[in-house]
């Protein structure tokens, strides 16, 4: 007895068809992600870190002195108005270094959060064409602007350095150890603001309008251009509901020996973290579905 080779919509199957590799299925829910093809894709996120840190600044004149030329301006223009025209205190750190360190601070969660606020818009060209896992753009922009950090960290070393040599007035402290984490907790938070913004503007574009001055408006929320220490004992909490709060002084308490944030103040800095970086995964991950049927 014969038996008929087996037949599909496509008709018969050759006898020396290789097994499939690649099972296409219905998109998984909306609460669940894939990091397993995420890594898969490491590839790709390397070749956009690539093209965002080298072609970003191709065509400018200055090229990648912009790196340092953007903190340094940053700093002085807070050292002429805030430390020398409102005489702001800055706990006894000089006012060059001190303002340099929040705006280092400052300037890679603001990179990240503005960065990813555009991932929808900014790549639906490419999204409507090749298929790979979405959360590539804004991974890579968070990596790109991490080298772009490091840059401006080595600036910040070299003239913490300076200011440290023997005579000076401060000294490099324990809290050194968590500056990893104080640096991982923006890059998390920067991604997990930037994926909720994103998100809502696939459907509310005028929330594009509104990213820079809000961003200017955390700036001033957080002690980026005043230390903690002036601020009034009554507001203090709400300060401690900012997570970039606990970051930026925590980066100065540890090369400055002005105070490292408590660990309730830490514990609560990284609970509101995870939390938006929950709730913009969870936003991207529902958005990507539909949001070529809305861009």
């Not at 990648?64 to 903190?71: D, E, K, M, V």
């Not at 998100?199 to 700036?219: A, I, K, N, P």
Request: aromatic share 16%; with cysteine; proline share 7%.
């Amino acid at each position: 007895m014969s038996h008929s080779p087996q037949t599909g919509p496509a008709g018969p199957e050759p006898p020396d068809a290789a097994p499939w590799t690649t099972i296409l299925g219905p998109t998984q829910p909306w609460h669940r992600l894939d990091f397993r093809e995420l890594w898969r894709y490491r590839d790709l996120v390397r070749l956009f870190v690539r093209r965002d840190f080298v072609a970003y600044y191709q065509q400018t004149v200055l090229g990648p002195l912009w790196f340092f030329l953007q903190p340094l301006l940053a700093t002085l223009v807070f050292t002429v108005v805030f430390g020398r025209i409102a005489a702001i205190p800055t706990d006894g750190v000089p006012d060059f270094l001190f303002y340099l360190a929040g705006t280092v601070c400052w300037g890679y969660f603001a990179g990240c959060l503005t960065r990813n606020a555009e991932t929808f818009i900014a790549n639906a060209a490419v999204f409507g064409k090749v298929y790979f896992p979405r959360l590539v753009a804004p991974l890579s922009v968070t990596i790109s602007q991490l080298c772009q950090f490091l840059i401006q960290f080595a600036l910040f070393l070299g003239f913490w350095c300076y200011y440290a040599q023997p005579g000076g007035t401060f000294r490099i402290t324990l809290g050194i150890a968590l500056l990893p984490l104080l640096i991982v907790q923006m890059g998390l938070l920067g991604i997990g603001a930037g994926l909720v913004i994103s998100s809502l503007t696939t459907r509310y574009r005028d929330l594009r309008m509104v990213v820079g001055f809000g961003t200017q408006l955390w700036m001033f929320a957080t002690p980026v251009v005043y230390p903690l220490s002036q601020v009034p004992a009554g507001y203090r909490l709400w300060f401690a509901l900012n997570p970039m709060t606990a970051v930026v002084e925590g980066f100065r308490g540890a090369f400055f020996g002005t105070g490292f944030p408590g660990p309730v103040f830490m514990g609560v800095s990284w609970l509101i973290t995870a939390g938006i970086l929950g709730l913009g995964l969870i936003c991207f991950n529902r958005v990507e579905r539909t949001f070529m049927d809305t861009i």
